[in-house]
């Protein structure tokens, strides 16, 4: 069982930062890539960025390139989430995902909301 609990989220108006967090307790930490994916109301789960275990590899979607940084800690067991220039469709639950044992980890979101 691997837990992945998020944190960071908030209100913010648009043009503002938040740093999310995903925090596991598993020493399989530094062997699992990590992802983060956001769900709006109404919408699919999309990707937003992932981290490969080495530090350098990462990806992003189009809609957050520029704006958004995925950064990991291993020896903190955490990964991260720099939102920048954020803007109202920004809006969603964000998750941390993480591969390991053969399969993909959840955690349980943590609620972004862009307004004025």
Same mark, same amino acid.
């Given at each position: 069982?691997?837990?992945?609990?998020?944190?960071?989220?908030?209100?913010?108006? +648009?043009?503002?930062?938040?740093?999310?967090?995903?925090?596991?307790?598993?020493?399989?930490?530094? =062997?699992? +890539? *990590?992802?983060?994916?956001?769900?709006?109301?109404? #919408?699919?789960?999309?990707?937003? =960025?992932? *981290?490969?275990?080495?530090?350098?590899?990462?990806?992003? =979607?189009?809609?957050? #390139?520029?704006?958004?940084? *995925?950064?990991?800690?291993?020896?903190? #067991?955490? =990964?991260?989430?720099?939102?920048?220039?954020?803007?109202?469709?920004?809006?969603?639950?964000?998750?941390?995902?993480?591969?390991?044992? &053969?399969?993909?980890?959840?955690?349980? &979101?943590?609620?972004?909301?862009?307004?004025?």
């Amino acid at each position: 069982q691997v837990q992945l609990v998020e944190s960071g989220g908030g209100l913010v108006q +648009p043009g503002g930062s938040l740093r999310l967090s995903c925090a596991t307790s598993e020493s399989l930490f530094v =062997a699992m +890539p *990590i992802d983060w994916y956001r769900q709006a109301p109404g #919408k699919q789960r999309e990707f937003v =960025a992932g *981290i490969g275990v080495d530090y350098r590899t990462t990806f992003y =979607a189009d809609s957050v #390139k520029g704006r958004f940084t *995925i950064t990991r800690d291993n020896a903190a #067991k955490r =990964a991260y989430l720099q939102m920048n220039d954020l803007k109202p469709e920004d809006t969603a639950v964000y998750y941390c995902k993480a591969h390991a044992l &053969g399969r993909d980890w959840w955690g349980q &979101g943590t609620q972004v909301t862009v307004s004025s």
